[in-house]
């Protein structure tokens, strides 16, 4: 039994160990960095962080990621909600077929969609905002969205939405009033996926914006190229990425499987 | 069963809507350049199938859908038995348990970029914490951007390092979902470990696995962040997978109609694994 629990903390420690790397890199100088290995930071700075909250183009990175993030979010749950409604209880004609084609897009490679992208909103205009960047982003996050909703509704019995309207509910009412309530974790849960896969795409957000929306990313690796030796800065900019993420997950642990399974576990 | 209302068309057409812009407009694109040639200032010439007969015929391509199936490979056949056996390992309750599936769900959510960054700086010969390790602990010369073979090893560990939970939280869920009263039986009955996980545990776990595999099939098919920051698909062109070598020749070169009848290629393989993920998703729901 000792023998078994041994197998999940190795685990946890190799995963762990990159991690703990970065963030002490982050807090080493970097004559320390240059000048040998040290398991430890011999002497703790914080100059690597103060450099990115008073630099501009650093923090503007995170609040510009954090704004495209959020919108796509937004977007993506509320106008998967009524879709996922609507595959879960009524058949239509080419239910199947849409339901099929939008999984397509979520198993497309971000890579195919690169260069169309920067030509498509460029011409719309959009190039260079928050706006593309969320509504690019929306091409796998509504239907992982859709996937994630439509398992947890179809998990509400439609007794529930039978008896409302018996009740005299209109359909806005009820679904706004009692179905809403009812599958809240999975709007969490939806949400949460959204947010993650928003978060750590890079290749789109990178190639869609240029001065006024750069995500972290972009500006992250512009500092990985140009300046060549600035690890502590690069390694403390890193952590810094790891922080919403090891935040929002808390609110979801029991639900991530469910969530990677697209609703149907 | 389901009502049949055809005004739940109204309830899609939002998400039609958008995510068509997003993709038929695009695709669109691609098309259009895949069997035409351009030199610049928008004159286009009809080229009809050159470009696709090029790319399938190219050493260039072979090679680099070669390295793809064979990242692709490797890392399903240790991430996935790794996953089941870490959660078979795993206590069923406790307190414990939380704490355990957030931090292993850690990695999944670090940028991509990041991912590569910091397996960068884990990895430098001389200041990372492995590479210090192998070279100067160990003694085994290690540098990933001299060797193939380590650059290799680096971006396999660095997969299994950031995606193998997802293998275990889907067997995870899929083992917490199995009543005490099949475990009770299989005592009684005196069966082996080896029989409790062969005839309880692994039939139970055939969706979230099925699902599991072909994620990371796809997932690591579509891989371009991670392995690009890390080695830049070198040294030379050895970790070169697809999607790098995609963007090389689209954006880098600029040679937009093998880039876009690659891209062609590129979907069908992902339209056949979708297809294959529906139906055995499909097929479960219409027996529940």
């Known amino acids: ?265 | 069963m389901k009502t049949q209302n055809q005004r739940a068309w109204f309830f899609v057409l939002p998400v039609l809507l958008l995510v068509a812009f997003n993709a038929l407009i695009p695709m669109m694109t691609v098309v259009n350049y895949s069997v035409q040639e351009t030199f610049g200032d928008n004159l286009f010439f009809w080229e009809g199938l050159r470009w696709f007969q090029e790319v399938l015929q190219s050493e260039r391509f072979h090679n680099a859908l070669g390295r793809q199936f064979f990242f692709t490979f490797m890392i399903l056949i240790i991430e996935i038995p790794l996953g089941i056996a870490i959660a078979l390992s795993m206590p069923k309750k406790g307190p414990w348990v939380p704490v355990c599936l957030v931090l292993m769900a850690l990695p999944m959510l670090i940028p991509w970029n990041v991912v590569g960054a910091m397996w960068n700086i884990f990895t430098l010969p001389d200041i990372g914490l492995l590479g210090y390790f192998l070279n100067h602990t160990l003694g085994i010369s290690y540098d990933m951007t001299q060797d193939p073979v380590a650059a290799w090893v680096t971006i396999i560990v660095m997969d299994v390092w950031h995606w193998t939970s997802l293998v275990v939280l889907l067997s995870y869920a899929g083992l917490v979902s199995i009543p005490n009263a099949y475990y009770q039986a299989a005592e009684i009955d005196g069966a082996s470990n080896w029989a409790v996980f062969r005839f309880i545990q692994l039939p139970k776990m055939k969706t979230v696995l099925t699902i599991a595999i072909l994620l990371r099939f796809m997932d690591s098919f579509n891989i371009y962040t991670e392995p690009f920051v890390l080695t830049g698909g070198g040294p030379g062109n050895s970790t070169t997978l697809l999607s790098i070598d995609l963007v090389k020749i689209a954006l880098g070169q600029f040679d937009l109609g093998p880039a876009a009848a690659m891209s062609l290629i590129y979907f069908a393989i992902t339209l056949l694994t979708s297809w294959l993920f529906y139906t055995l998703m499909t097929k479960d729901d219409n027996k529940a």
């Open chain 1, 1 to 265: 039994m000792r023998m078994r629990n041994l197998v999940p903390i190795l685990y946890i420690l190799f995963l762990m160990l990159p991690i703990y790397w970065l963030v002490a890199m982050s807090f080493k100088t970097t004559n320390e960095i240059l000048s040998g290995f040290s398991l430890f930071p011999q002497t703790w700075t914080f100059e690597n962080y103060i450099a990115i909250f008073t630099d501009p183009t650093w923090y503007w990175g995170y609040i510009n990621s954090i704004i495209y993030v959020t919108l796509n979010t937004v977007i993506s749950v509320s106008v998967a909600l009524p879709a996922a409604y609507a595959f879960s209880r009524y058949s239509f004609v080419g239910d199947k077929h849409l339901f099929f084609w939008l999984l397509t897009n979520r198993m497309a490679p971000a890579a195919v969609f690169a260069l169309p992208f920067f030509q498509l909103y460029s011409a719309v205009g959009l190039f260079d905002t928050h706006l593309a960047v969320a509504l690019a982003h929306c091409l796998f996050n509504v239907p992982l969205a859709v996937w994630i909703l439509e398992g947890f509704m179809s998990g509400v019995p439609k007794e529930l939405d039978e008896t409302a309207y018996v009740d005299g509910y209109s359909f806005p009412r009820f679904f706004m009033t009692i179905f809403l309530p009812a599958i809240k974790s999975g709007v969490g849960v939806a949400a949460f996926f959204c947010f993650m896969f928003s978060w750590v795409e890079m290749l789109l957000s990178k190639t869609l914006t240029a001065v006024e929306a750069k995500p972290i990313a972009a500006v992250m690796t512009r500092t990985a190229s140009s300046a060549g030796y600035e690890l502590g800065l690069l390694a403390a900019a890193g952590t810094l990425t790891i922080i919403p993420g090891a935040i929002v997950i808390y609110f979801v642990r029991n639900y991530i499987a469910k969530g990677f399974a697209l609703g149907r576990v």
